[in-house]
């Protein structure tokens, strides 16, 4: 059941903002001390009390409490969280969760940029290492197609972004567009020494030298 159909069933009515209404002289007589107490004992409620008469705006009074997100916020969450314990804790259960899936990833851990992705494999590799998750296929053995792959959805999000720089009429041209340009340098320099981490890593060379060989197939 969808929330518009249980406030109808509950509250008789699917408009948010009268529910919001019940919900706030609900709030109003739980958090009175008196009218608390009166509620808990007698399952009453004082109808006349000058709580309930209180002419209040409670859509203004519940953005007080709980305010609208800013970018800032944003920002000061995301510099605390990379790099804590928290963020290590969600990479660790994410790859749990997608089993070593790096594209899925990639996409549930909050604050992810795809320029994190040598950071975030690197903390799984040791993780794997210290025997704290297990070494999935799909994590050590992943494709350079499935790689290039997000390398290039990356360099697409920076282009959909200088679009709707573009679309909102952002000041600070140059600025921005140096920006952009610096950010798709760092993140192609650096999946590309990823990928030959990677490649020495798992991939050996053929007897009769020069290429290397493809992964070994799992045995069957």
Known sequence: MGLLEQCEQVFGTADLYRVLGILGKVYSVLSDKEQRAVY?????????????????????????????????????????????????????????????????????????QYTDEPRIRNLIQQAIDAGEVPS????????????????????????EAEMSRKELGLDDEDNLKALIQNRQKDRQKEMDNFLAQ?????????KGGGKKTALKKEKK
């Open 40 to 112: 808990d004992e007698q399952g009453t409620v004082d109808e006349d009390s000058d709580v309930l008469s209180q002419d209040r705006d409670w859509e203004t009074y519940w953005r007080l409490l709980f305010k609208k997100i800013s970018l800032e916020d944003i920002q000061a969450f995301e510099k605390t969280y990379k790099g804590s314990e928290e963020e290590l804790a969600d990479i660790k259960q994410a790859y749990l969760d997608f089993k070593g899936d790096m594209g899925q990833i990639m996409e549930s851990v909050l604050c992810v």
């Open 136 to 159: 999935y296929k799909a994590f050590v053995k992943e494709s350079k197609q499935k790689m290039n792959a997000r390398k290039r959805r990356a360099q697409e999000e920076a282009k």
């Open 198 to 206: 990677m490649e020495a890593k798992y991939c050996k060379p053929s």
